[in-house]
């Protein structure tokens, strides 16, 4: 039986992707190795982990024939501040997507991309 859930990024430069993810929220819970520049490291999010993993260290240590060229996945953050989140995320060094927008379901959505351009998907309920 499944005990837990987890996402994980290949990025190219696993310090970068550690600070933006920090930036926005995230609370570091594991890093390796635990001194100098680590090959993985993972943050909490509110309840998520996301894993940030070296494309070279899953190449070189784990013969993954993986890539950090993003948009395979995305990151969905549900928020109940879309405009103050999205500013949070261009602070931290996301990219614009798509600028925020209502949807006629009744949610408002956005989109950044990270360092390694992964989407990060702000998605709010509107009152109704």
Known sequence: ????????????????????????GGVESFRTPAAGTPVHAEVRLGGA??????????????????????????????TDDLAGDWDLLLKAGAEPMAEPLDLPTGLSVAWAADPDGNPVHLVMRRAS
């Not at 070296?54 to 993003?70: M, P, W, Y």
């Open 49 to 78: 982990t996301i894993g940030v993993a070296s494309v070279a260290a899953a190449r070189d240590d784990h013969g993954l024939d993986v890539s950090a060229e993003g948009n395979a996945a995305e990151v969905v953050l549900w």
């Open 1 to 24: 039986m499944f005990v837990d859930f987890q996402i994980n990024l290949y990025v190219r430069d696993v310090e970068r992707a550690l600070a933006f993810y920090t930036a926005i």
